[in-house]
């Protein structure tokens, strides 16, 4: 249960930052977004940090691990907000929603063992995730090809992140497996924004941006909580933020999704019902 839990508080938290995302890209640009969500997560979580000190298991592989789960995530980001940038949240969202499938898909290949009726109902909850993101029209499906492309190729990367950031999570403080992409992102990304003075910001974004910030740290935080329990489990309903972020726009932004967009929403809801259920 505490993995589905994890996978919700995820699946909330990730809804927000696509929102964020998708209003805050088309201000500022999808690098200086991710730089300001970036430094604000580090700003949260460096302290705690720092107040605990180096952990005694931080050598070895789970140095590799804090690097792949720190660049994968700063990879993914910048790679979705480029495609927020140019498409719509309903389709964008859904898409790099499948991030947990492709976690879960690696954690299974790693030697983590599902019940059977564990993995039908993940496989259902996957489906769901696909239907939701399909676009609404032939006309929307041909301008939204470069945002398609854009978030798959930020749903490999967060795949990846959200299984090296478990595999951190098994072996060292939560705050640690939340750090490494927010330490990456200011040194990587923030700062030479910096020097070359295009790490602009603004006052109507500001306040998307503090929001992005703290809901990325609370996602993660949530999720590496949850993958402890089990990976598939929690990166499969973490996943399901992209129809989460897809009502939201439909609610918010006026992005009337497509009835089989509506239908995916609704597999996903019973799907994730019905594995609480099953793991209560």
């Known amino acids: 249960m505490i993995a589905v839990l994890g996978g919700l508080g995820a699946a909330l938290a990730f809804s927000i930052t696509t929102l964020v995302y998708a209003r805050a890209s088309r201000l500022l640009g999808p690098a200086v977004v991710t730089a300001w969500v970036l430094l604000v997560g580090l700003v949260v979580v460096l302290p705690f940090a720092l107040a605990g000190g180096l952990p005694d298991r931080l050598h070895g592989a789970a140095i590799a691990w804090l690097a792949l789960s720190g660049c994968g995530n700063v990879a993914g980001l910048v790679l979705t907000n480029a495609a927020l940038r140019r498409g719509q949240v309903s389709v964008v969202g859904p898409i790099v929603s499948t991030e947990g499938a492709i976690a879960a898909v690696i954690a299974v290949l790693a030697?983590?063992?599902l019940a059977p009726s564990s993995g039908a109902v993940l496989?259902?909850?996957?489906?769901?995730?696909?239907a939701?993101?399909?676009?609404?029209?032939?006309?929307?499906?041909?301008?939204?090809?470069?945002?398609?492309?854009?978030?798959?190729?930020?749903?490999?990367?967060?795949?990846?992140?959200?299984?090296a950031t478990a595999r951190v999570g098994h072996v060292l403080p939560v705050v640690w497996a939340v750090l490494p992409a927010r330490l990456i992102g200011a040194v990587a990304l923030a700062a030479p924004l910096a020097v070359s003075a295009r790490l602009r910001l603004t006052r109507a974004a500001a306040p998307l941006l503090v929001a992005g910030g703290l809901a990325e740290v609370a996602g993660f935080a949530s999720y590496t909580l949850?993958?402890?329990?089990?990976?598939?489990?929690?990166?499969?309903?973490?996943?399901?933020?992209?129809?989460i972020s897809a009502v939201f726009a439909f609610l918010l932004f006026g992005e009337r999704p497509r009835r089989v967009q509506v239908g995916g929403i609704v597999l996903i809801v019973i799907g994730v019902a019905v594995l609480s259920a099953m793991q209560s």
């Not at 609404?136 to 930020?154: C, D, H, M, Y």
């Open 123 to 130: 496989a259902l909850i996957a489906v769901g995730i696909v």
């Open 132 to 163: 939701a993101g399909i676009t609404r029209s032939e006309t929307a499906a041909a301008t939204s090809a470069k945002p398609a492309v854009l978030a798959i190729l930020a749903a490999s990367c967060f795949g990846a992140s959200l299984y």
């Open 111 to 113: 030697g983590e063992k």
């Open 226 to 243: 949850g993958s402890r329990h089990s990976v598939a489990v929690a990166a499969v309903i973490a996943s399901q933020f992209g129809g």
